[in-house]
C-alpha cells in the first residue's frame, strides 16, 4: 500500500488539498480560493491545479499517490464521482471523477463534504473507536454525515443527512387551525410564520440555527433597537464566526441571547438524530461550533439530558469535532485508503 494519499475539500471560497499519511494525518497542504463566475471548466482546472502544486511542492509525481479523494458541497453519485448539484459553485452536473481520473491518470473518488467531514472524524477523530457517528456541521448552513461500521449512509438517491432541512418549526399553532375547514391552504399554511431558508422551504433547522440565522436575528434584534457591541452592518456584511466568539466574551446581551436561542434549537436537533439513528457519538463540527463551543456545548448538552425517553445504558457521547479545517480533506483522503 502506497504511503501518500490526496484528499481535496472543494469550497464556496478556498479549495484546499492536503496530503494525507495512511495514518491520517496531514504531511502537507495547498490551499488557493475558488474561482469566482465562469464555466464549471475553471473550477475543474482549479481543483487539478490545486493537486499537482501539492504535488510539486512536496517532490512528489503521480506515481507516488494511492488514490485522491475529492469532496464537494453538494449532492454527490459517489459510485461514478458524477456531480448532480452545488448550489453555491458551478460543478452541477459534472463527471468530476471521470474528467480528473483522466487528466491525472489515477482513480479519483468523489463525495459528499459533510459526509466526508463526518468520515474524517470517525475514522481519526473524535468519532476514533466508535462503531456509528453522526457529524453535524453549523456554518454558512447545517450540514450532517453518517458513518455506521465504516461505511458512509447515503440514502436511496444520495441524499441521506440533509439534517438542515428537517423541519423544525411546523408553522401551524395547534389543530383547530383545521375545524370547520374542510380545505385547508397548504401552500399558504408552510409559506408563514417561520423564517425561510436557502432552499425554499420555511421552519428547516437550518433556518434557525446556522450562521446565517444567527445573523438574521441579531439584525432583527439591532433592527428593534437592541444594543450590540455588532452594530453598523450594513446588507452586503457577514457576521463571521470570530465575530460571534467577541459578542460572546464581552457580554453581549444580543449576542447572548440569539446563541443561547441557536444552541438550544441545536440541542433539539441532536435529540431528534438519537431519537431517529442512537449513534454512539454524535460530532459537532463547523466555523460556529469551532469559535463558539465552549458557550454552545453545555447548553446543547443541557436539551439532550432534559430527555425524558427512557434508554438502556450507553456510552453515547456528543463532542466537538478534533481535526478542524482539515476534517473533510482527510475524510476525502479516507475514501481511498478505505479501498486499498
Not at 258 to 276: D, K, N, P
Not at 289 to 318: G, T, W, Y
Amino acid at each position: 500500500m502506497k504511503k501518500h494519499y490526496i484528499g481535496v475539500d472543494v469550497g464556496g471560497t478556498k479549495i484546499q488539498a492536503n496530503l494525507v499519511a495512511d495514518d491520517g494525518a496531514v504531511l502537507a497542504n495547498n490551499r488557493q480560493d475558488t474561482p469566482r463566475g465562469g464555466e464549471s471548466e475553471v473550477s475543474v482546472n482549479a481543483i487539478e491545479e490545486s493537486i499537482r502544486t501539492l504535488l510539486y511542492e512536496n517532490n512528489l509525481t503521480i506515481k507516488d499517490i494511492g488514490g485522491i479523494g475529492i469532496a464537494v458541497p453538494g449532492l454527490v453519485v459517489p459510485e461514478t464521482g458524477y456531480v448532480v448539484v452545488t448550489p453555491n459553485m458551478n460543478l452541477s452536473g459534472v463527471e468530476l471523477g471521470k474528467i480528473l481520473k483522466k487528466r491525472l491518470g489515477i482513480s479519483v473518488a468523489v463525495g459528499n463534504d459533510c459526509n466526508l467531514g463526518t468520515l474524517g472524524e470517525f475514522r481519526y477523530g473524535s468519532g476514533r473507536g466508535a462503531k456509528s457517528v453522526v457529524g453535524i456541521f453549523v456554518g454558512t448552513g447545517i450540514g450532517s454525515g453518517i458513518v455506521i461500521d465504516g461505511k458512509v449512509i447515503g440514502g436511496a438517491a444520495c441524499s441521506a443527512g440533509e439534517i438542515g432541512h428537517i423541519v423544525a418549526r411546523i408553522p401551524v399553532k395547534n389543530w383547530t387551525k383545521f375545524l370547520n375547514n374542510d380545505k385547508v391552504d397548504l401552500s399558504e399554511m408552510l409559506t408563514k410564520k417561520a423564517p425561510k431558508c436557502g432552499c425554499g422551504n420555511r421552519g428547516c433547522f437550518e433556518a434557525l440555527a446556522s450562521r446565517t440565522a444567527i445573523e438574521r436575528m441579531i439584525r432583527e434584534g439591532l433592527a428593534s433597537g437592541v444594543k450590540s457591541v455588532i452594530k453598523d452592518i450594513d446588507n452586503d456584511t457577514v457576521i463571521k464566526s470570530g465575530a460571534l466568539l467577541r459578542a460572546l466574551k464581552a457580554n453581549d446581551a444580543l449576542v447572548t441571547a440569539v446563541m443561547r436561542y441557536a444552541s438550544y434549537v441545536i440541542g433539539c436537533g441532536c435529540l431528534t438524530v438519537r431519537h431517529l439513528l442512537d449513534p454512539e457519538v454524535i460530532v459537532l463540527g463547523g466555523g460556529v461550533i469551532e469559535a463558539c463551543h465552549k458557550f454552545m456545548l453545555p447548553l446543547i448538552d443541557e436539551v439532550v439530558q432534559s430527555d425524558q425517553l427512557a434508554s438502556a445504558k450507553s456510552n453515547r457521547r456528543i463532542t466537538v469535532a478534533e481535526l478542524g479545517d482539515n476534517a473533510v480533506a482527510v475524510g476525502a483522503a479516507a475514501l481511498r485508503l478505505i479501498e486499498d
